[in-house]
């Protein structure tokens, strides 16, 4: 009976959580296709300020014949209007596919982004230890949250988001394939994989979080198993296995074929990718840069002789720790969003606050399960290839943090301006005076008040941008006629970030492709390749505590600027390529601080 009444008890709260989701989602809008001329006309105002007038005059003439009626485009245009209608979301799938599944580039620097967060108060392994344990307690707490359907609905501007991502986020993997990857979710609501992931030396652990009541286990129960776990990993392994994550796609997906042949390995990785999420205990680093540093390490681990053989990159959360302090996470993007990973650690944070009021069953734990690989002459081969492949891509990133302290957030909106796109007309402005030329831009737009909404690009400059810009710097132009100019570049910013183009341009080009026609000419045109190469990808960390967000640039003679603007100061990370001679991140870093500067002194002059 007591059985009975178990199963009972678990059926009614999957079901009342079922309920619950479904109330929800239906609550949210579904993503509405955009009318077609306004977005080529949107496209054709974006080109503006990037090409010469006859250039101009020549795409305007193939995007005219796209839009004309009766023409390709309105085809293609009502065949995304019946997918609308007949899918969950339109654009997300597709985009996902082909803009991290199908990317043969690898995950470390290109894809995966990395938060790096203020340092703890320790600087030893007994330290680093009850924090991740304190850590670990509190991902569990956000994930019980979560599965039970009592993490709140988030709301923007009042209307309710989409909070789909957030039970895709645990027990989840990107698997490499020859021609692309797939993502899969092995978590479930009920019987989900009850087993976290710690790395340390580059040895891989099996971790059990749950008690065989399903209760989580306490800090000073996962406290006494990370102790077991470092007193099994004493010494580095010879072989990182992890490393392999890093290479290029394809090159992974054969060697993921070669490695899981043998048994053991196949179990092994098999763990790693259905485990809740990884942690990776890293050991001391030399100190650098300080910012610098930790920023690095999370991102790619620091490289061979260093922490990168203590990552599984594949994996779409991992936490790292390290001896000295020094934390922060690092997710795969095919799964997880900015927004939903930021309320994760607001969470996680707040929990680290409580002190742990949960006393420890007395209850015999088993020993962690270290994971064995079998490594033959192939496999050995294929980790000598990705430990030089990855040494050769972090000895070209270029890294320079820096906190802007002389205002922040609350300045700019006293001039009733808009921060974000207060920071993108300095983003650009510095970008004008290093290279003395604008940009194609692209800033990471949310799209969760729709359902199944990932993401859109908002571009830049626009024309208000460009004459402001070409205006700063001249000592002919008047205070108060470069104030206007300014106000008047932050607002048609302001305006453009309400609706993306981006989406709207591939779903069209991809519905074309679907239906086996040949690529359309708008899409083949020299400007609409100009206007995609993105030398400047930004993004805002949409956090509530002073964390540094980097990643690396889309293409080769890019940047990558990410930025955290607070209340009176702003965190920036910049990255750029030490192979292409044009970019310098420092030299970029150095320009933003003047710049942002100079913006002060336009509104502030000091006498």
Known sequence: FKKYKSHLSEFLTLSVQAALRQAHSSSVRPQPVPPLLQTLQRYLTALEPLLPPEELEHTRGIVQKFGCPGGLGENLQRELIKRAEHSHNWISDWWVQWAYLECRQPLAVHSNPAISLPKRDFTDWRGQLVFASKLIAGLLDFKAQVDSGRLGVEYMRGQPLCMELFPQLFSSCRIPGPKHDHVIHYGRPRRGPAHITVVRNYQFFQLDVYNSDGTPLTESQIHAQLLRIRSQSWKTDKQPMGILTSEHRHTWGQAYTRLLRDKINKESVRLIEKSIFTLCLDSPVMRISDENRMAAQILHGGGTFSNSGNRWFDKTLQFVVGEDGSWGLLYEHATAEGPPIATLLDHVLDYCKKPDRMRAPLIPLPMPKKLYFYINSEIKWDLEMAKQNLDILINDLDIKCFNFQRFGKDLVKQLKLSPNSFIQVAIQLAYYRVHSEVCAACDIASLRMFRGGRTDYIRSPTNQMLSFIRAFDDDAVSREAKVQLLREAVDAY?????????????????????EGLS???????????????????????????????????????????CYNPQQDHVHFSITAFNCCEETNAEKLALTLERSLHDLQELFQPTV
Request: charged share 15%; with cysteine; glycine share 10%.
């Open 494 to 514: 302001s305006i453009l970030t309400e609706q993306g183009i981006d989406r709207h341009l591939l779903g069209l080009k991809l519905q074309a492709i679907e």
């Open 519 to 561: 690529v359309p000419r708008i899409f083949m045109d020299t400007a609409y390749g100009l206007a995609t190469h993105w030398k400047l990808r930004t993004g805002q960390v949409p956090a509530n505590t002073d964390s540094v967000m980097c990643f690396g640039p889309l293409v080769p003679d890019g940047y990558a600027v």
